[in-house]
């Protein structure tokens, strides 16, 4: 059942996730995308050009984190705008992976238009690694 305006208010929070990412996620995700850049698989490289590690692809970690808004909603279809500022790289290391927290908080709610918009907060080591995260959603 599709959310509603009567439904939704400005501060009330969504339902949190752990996004665990790995090498193997990271693989997957570059044959999907098709961005095979080699900062995202390859540790040598990636240490070669400055980076401490291989990195999470930036519209992987964009993508994990708007899934709490488009699950919250209840259809993907129903995310109208989306944006963000990547603030730091997600660090992957070989052995552990890297956990991103997303956390969602509804910013403010248009009733005439029936539209919410939320604001994310995505962070991997207790820092954060999106900024200016807002998605906009469609109501009923």
């Known amino acids: 059942m599709a959310l509603s305006v ?23 995700y570059a044959g999907a995308s098709l961005d095979r850049n ?3 698989w390859d540790e040598r490289f990636a240490t070669s050009v400055g980076l401490p590690d291989v990195i999470a692809h930036g519209m992987f970690t964009m993508a994990a984190a708007v899934n709490v808004v488009s699950d919250w909603v209840g259809d993907a ?11 730091r790289p997600v660090v992957v290391p070989h052995d552990t992976g890297a956990d991103v927290e997303v ?4 910013k403010s709610v248009d009733e005439e238009a029936k539209r919410a918009t939320v604001e994310l907060t995505a962070t991997c080591n207790g ?4 900024g200016r995260a807002l998605a906009v959603v469609a109501l009923d």
């Open 77 to 87: 279809g129903r995310v109208v705008d989306y944006g963000v500022r990547f603030t």
């Open 38 to 40: 080699p900062i995202h």
């Open 103 to 106: 956390t969602g908080v509804v």
């Open 127 to 130: 820092e954060k690694v999106l």
């Open 6 to 28: 009567a439904d939704v208010q400005a501060g009330q929070a969504l339902p949190g996730r752990t996004v665990h990412i790995t090498r193997a996620t990271l693989v997957q």
